[in-house]
């Protein structure tokens, strides 16, 4: 404790360090709002077009800290408040610099491309080292891929404005610290991963209302070495070796949120809940497509698809053609023995007609030779 009553910084970085205490608890509301901050602006719209589009951005996500934040396990965390210096005590309270920062937040660039309704985003960050901060830097990649082509043409035309995308994000970072007093640098390794499944309604080209459910993980790895000169001893030096891993708000992740498009710029505006809630302040980003997707309608009419009725197709038209040949060749079949009975006669009557003439035309010669 100092004359404050705050914790000293080698109080405060000990507890990285799993042999001075193992105190993961006084850190880990770090990781829970790094974890939550960077598992977040993974997606603008729940539905990613065909046509090349190119999007550009500095995303921004805001949490609060809270209470929750500067406790645990009734102690104080490295957020937490001070104690009274004058009654000595073996609590370690919390770091003056923290506890007075009223929300969190991690600066970050961002692109993406999509084409074919695949989208991918590549997110990025560095910094010099600057006064204590030693190192930062970050690097991110997701992926997003909309399921809406495959049966929006087959909705109402009130549903089909309704899409649905799959999305998975991963990040690392790497901080490295050094307190004024100290010699060496505490760094550490941050991972997060983002799995959610994003619903999105546009009723309007301009406006879209999305929700997202899915999981997500953080997870922060400490290394590194410290060294102080022992203020009441110049021949002893404090050694810190940090080295403990802490997990994050690992879980359940909900949010909601709706995005605009005026023009070439998109923000993005919602509010995430992943064991802690967090705000998505995206004003400042853009978005272009390059080009125009069929419209539900149009992708019917090419498919040939007739909402509330049957798809037409060749095997169905085929019996329809193929009956009247069907029909033909049974008349003539029963035509043919029609002419073998008109036939058959014929012959004999002529020859019966022949030979009667013939006794006919003999009997006046004999009529005749009887009158000599």
Do not use: C
Not at 93 to 117: C, D, E, I, R, W
């Amino acid at each position: 404790m100092d004359d404050s009553g705050w914790a000293s910084e080698y109080e405060s970085m000990s507890a990285f360090d799993s042999q001075l205490g193992n105190r993961s608890g006084y850190v880990k509301p770090i990781i829970d709002n790094l974890g939550n901050v960077l598992n977040s602006n993974w997606y603008s719209s729940a539905s990613v077009p065909q046509s090349f589009t190119f999007e550009a951005g500095l995303p921004i996500s805001i949490i609060p800290i809270g209470d929750d934040d500067k406790s645990y396990g009734g102690k104080p965390t490295i957020f937490g408040g001070h104690g009274n210096p004058e009654a000595p005590s073996d609590t370690i309270y919390g770091n003056k610099t923290l506890n007075g920062l009223g929300v969190f937040t991690y600066p970050y660039l961002q692109m993406g491309a999509s084409f074919y309704h695949f989208r991918a985003v590549l997110r990025m960050m560095y910094l010099p080292s600057i006064s204590e901060l030693r190192e930062f830097s970050l690097f991110g990649i997701g992926f997003q891929y909309s399921f809406g082509h495959f049966f929006q043409y087959m909705l109402p035309k009130a549903a089909q404005p309704f899409d649905v995308s799959i999305v998975y994000g991963y990040n690392s970072s790497t901080i490295g610290y050094r307190p004024d007093a100290f010699e060496g640098k505490l760094g550490l390794d941050i991972s997060t991963h983002n799995f959610s499944f994003v619903f999105g309604y546009k009723p309007v080209n301009f406006f879209e209302v999305m929700m997202s459910l899915g999981y997500q993980s953080a997870k922060m790895l400490s290394y590194g070495e410290l060294y102080q000169q022992d203020p009441y001893d110049i021949f002893r030096k404090n050694e810190i070796y940090p080295d403990i891993t802490v997990k994050g708000n690992n879980g359940f992740r909900f949010g909601i949120a709706i995005a605009l498009q005026i023009s070439s710029l998109h923000p993005v505006i919602g509010y995430d809940y992943a064991g802690k809630s967090s705000f998505t302040t995206n004003l400042l980003y853009f978005k272009s497509q390059f080009g125009k997707d069929k419209t539900p309608d149009e992708i019917a009419k090419d498919k040939g698809y007739v909402r509330g009725g049957n798809v037409k197709t060749d095997s169905d038209e085929a019996p329809a053609e193929q009956a009247p040949v069907e029909e033909s060749s049974d008349a003539s079949v029963s035509e043919a023995p029609a002419e073998e009975p008109v036939e058959a006669p014929a012959a004999p009557a002529v020859e019966e007609a022949s030979a009667e003439e013939t006794p006919a035309e003999e009997a006046p010669a004999e009529s005749a030779d009887s009158a000599e």
